[in-house]
């Protein structure tokens, strides 16, 4: 079983969706991350998290410790936000040794 | 501020040669950490390296290895190259030792061998 699962695989919305992206993990980690993949492969970091809820523009990324669990959220979705995301965990302080979910490829249609 | 140059972007070699791949980091960051993806597996950690020490290493043959020189700026090398090692190789920088520290990652050198 991977270390860091992610749902769904693939997600097709319509302009204007609120989309949500889920990122569950087994191990203990010192920071969550989560990735924006365009085609043509140059990685962009989005959030990183280590507690609670970041916000950037329409781009919303919570995190549950506790429950092993976080989420990105997309208001309003666009066209623009088609790419893969992708959930990276960091297991401690001292790496920077990063485990990947298998990302979550989304498209959305105007 | 520059980003995370990763020189050569494209490399078609033939199997059992061996390939050098260069990534400059963001001025000031003194980690460096290298990726492999494939369409199979995904990305997966190859090493990373800090202050020209190799930190960690994930589970990948020992013809693959690396080096930091003293300004930060890292290579990789594959010898003996193996069809199955054609991928996307990436490398990412951080200030590493800075708490809640993120990363920067370059576009990548996709590696082809036929």
């Known amino acids: 079983k991977n270390e860091v699962e992610q749902s769904p695989q693939n997600l097709t919305a319509q302009e204007g969706e609120f989309i949500t992206i889920n990122c569950s993990y087994s191990v203990g980690i010192s920071a969550l991350h989560w990735l924006q993949q365009h085609p043509g492969g140059g990685i962009v970091s989005l959030f990183m998290l280590s507690s609670g809820k970041k916000k950037h523009g329409r781009l919303i990324a919570t995190i549950n410790i506790q429950e092993k669990h976080s989420s990105l959220h997309i208001t309003a979705s666009h066209p623009r936000d088609s790419a893969v995301y992708i959930c990276a965990v960091r297991k401690g302080d001292n790496t920077d040794k990063l485990i990947f979910g298998t990302g979550t490829r989304l498209q959305v249609f105007p | 501020k520059a980003g995370v140059t990763q020189t050569p972007r494209y490399l078609i070699k033939t199997r059992g040669q061996q390939v050098t791949l260069s990534c400059s980091p963001i001025s000031g960051h003194r980690s460096v950490s290298w990726y492999q993806q494939t369409p199979g597996q995904g990305l997966q950690f190859l090493f990373e390296?800090?202050?020209?020490?190799?930190?960690n290493k994930g589970n990948f043959p020992g013809r693959f290895s690396g080096r930091q020189f003293s300004n930060s700026r890292s290579e990789m090398n594959v010898s003996t190259l193996e069809l199955g090692d054609s991928a996307l190789y990436l490398c990412a920088s951080s200030l590493a030792g800075v708490r809640d520290y993120g990363y920067t990652f370059g576009s990548g050198t996709r590696l082809t061998v036929v």
């Open positions: 390296y800090f202050s020209e020490t190799q930190r």
